[in-house]
T-cell receptor, first 113, second 115 residues
Framework: GDSVTQMEGPVTLSEEAFLTINCTYT??????LFWYVQYPGEGLQLLLK?????DKGSNKGFEATYRKETTSFHLEKGSVQVSDSAVYFC????????????FGAGTRLAVHP | KAGVTQTPRYLIKTRGQQVTLSCSPI?????VSWYQQTPGQGLQFLFE???????NKGNFPGRFSGRQFSNSRSEMNVSTLELGDSALYLC??????????????FGPGTRLLVL
């Protein structure tokens, strides 16, 4: 079945460091790929998405490129801030008559001043 | 435009009781999905409703049920609560259904603690 695998956390970085969170997926067809972020005590917020191969999603300095050849959707940011500390979830969604997101396990990011 | 709202935000119940959680989608959205989030199992899909019809259900026991009203608001019910039902229950809404690129927008969740 469909699945999403994320790098295990926590990821601990200093402010202004470069961030990469790896995400790979297994799915039939051509799913859409998403990154959601969850701040402490809150629900999920959509960070970015990509709907087809080679698409790049971007938002708030974060980027991810849909790589079908490597079935990956790695999240990157050039310079992290303390306010980026949160849990990041990679997810996929296929078509087929219903809305259902399949999530990775989440990666906790801690950014220190 | 107001986001997805969920009530209550926090809930404490005891084993064997039942609970009903409510979700109001973004205005104009007709699809509502529910997810359970636990430290052990992560985020898991419960079910999805569109136009008052359950379209898909995840791998949860029959104690978990839901419904959707004509105004697209949705409720989920858990009967005969077990300790393992303690979780954050998230509701998400979207405009369309069945489109892979359709974005789901999440509410803040209801945190349920079963004692």
């Amino acid at each position: 079945g469909d699945s999403v695998t994320q790098m295990e956390g926590p990821v601990t970085l200093s402010e202004e460091a470069f961030l990469t969170i790896n995400c790979t997926y297994t799915a039939t067809g051509y799913p859409s790929l998403f990154w959601y972020v969850q701040y402490p005590g809150e629900g999920l917020q959509l960070l970015l998405k990509a709907t087809k191969a080679d698409d790049k999603g971007s938002n708030k300095g974060f980027e991810a490129t849909y790589r079908k050849e490597t079935t990956s959707f790695h999240l990157e940011k050039g310079s992290v801030q303390v306010s980026d500390s949160a849990v990041y979830f990679c997810a996929l969604q296929r078509s087929g008559g219903y809305n259902k997101l399949i999530f990775g396990a989440g990666t906790r990011l801690a950014v220190h001043p | 435009k107001a986001g997805v709202t969920q009530t209550p935000r926090y809930l404490i119940k005891t084993r064997g009781q039942q609970v009903t959680l409510s979700c109001s989608p973004i205005s104009g959205h007709r699809s509502v999905s529910w997810y359970q989030q636990t430290p052990g199992q992560g985020l898991q899909f419960l079910f999805e409703y569109f136009s008052e019809t359950q379209r898909n259900k995840g791998n949860f026991p029959g104690r978990f049920s839901g419904r959707q009203f004509s105004n697209s608001r949705s409720e989920m019910n858990v009967s005969t609560l077990e300790l393992g039902d303690s979780a954050l229950y998230l509701c998400a809404s979207s405009w369309r259904v069945g489109e892979q690129e359709e974005t789901q927008y999440f509410g803040p969740g209801t945190r349920l603690l079963v004692l």
